[in-house]
């Protein structure tokens, strides 16, 4: 099976510079984005943001990175990503891995289906040359060309 | 050597520690099966567990568990989770 990123991260569901006062507005924006695109509904974006009222900030994995999701429901019409960039990095309130500058939302039908697509994104968030160039890509289609670049290698 | 990977849902961030807790033991040349669990069902997946890899605000919610618990900061960092799992590892 061919991982389609253009289909899991349409323009729509990426927004780069985005102002946010803190972290609850960079996960409804993520959240929105995931909306946008078709992924989820608006419930899927509440439940996001519950489960790090609920679980702590455990979704920031690495430095300034945070990877928003919430279980698989009837909230997710297809499984997609979204890809939120803020003009000003957020703390999270946590201890290793704050202040947040790219908040990655992730919506999934079922356990096995997005398997590929976080593979692609591991991949690509840990190797820090392809990370630097995320961090400073302009435009979707550029993030969309680096994370696939990886897949290929 | 069997290692679980907890995160809040089991299939966001468990997933990708899982996948760079493989490349580790690899590298460690360690046999090993590595799975994931949500937090809900961490407690009957750690059963026969050998370590328990996990962020740290939840480890705090799995104190009481027999398996030792090991928290990772950076789950994109290799080096880190390669340090952590060869400090753990089983002896021969």
Known sequence: ??????????DAAVKLGFPAADWRAAVIAAGDALVSSG?????YTQEMVAAIDRLGPYIVIAPGIAIAHA????????????WVRLEVPVAF??????????????????HEDHLEVMSALAGALADRGLSAALAKADTPARVRELLAGDIGD | MNVVCVCGMGIGTSIILKMNAEKALGRLGVPATV?????????????????ILTSAELAEKLADISAPVVVVNNFMDATEIETVLSDHLPRS
């Open chain 1, 39 to 43: 992924a989820t509904t608006d419930r």
């Open chain 2, 35 to 51: 799975t994931t669990s949500d937090i809900s069902a961490a407690r009957g997946a750690a059963q026969g567990a050998d370590l």
């Open chain 1, 1 to 10: 099976m061919a991982l389609d990123l253009s289909t899991a991260l349409p």
């Open chain 1, 93 to 110: 309130g946590h201890a290793h891995n704050d202040p947040v500058g790219l908040v990655i939302g992730l919506a999934a039908r079922d």
């Open chain 1, 71 to 82: 279980r698989p429901s009837d909230a997710v019409l297809r499984s997609g990503l979204s």
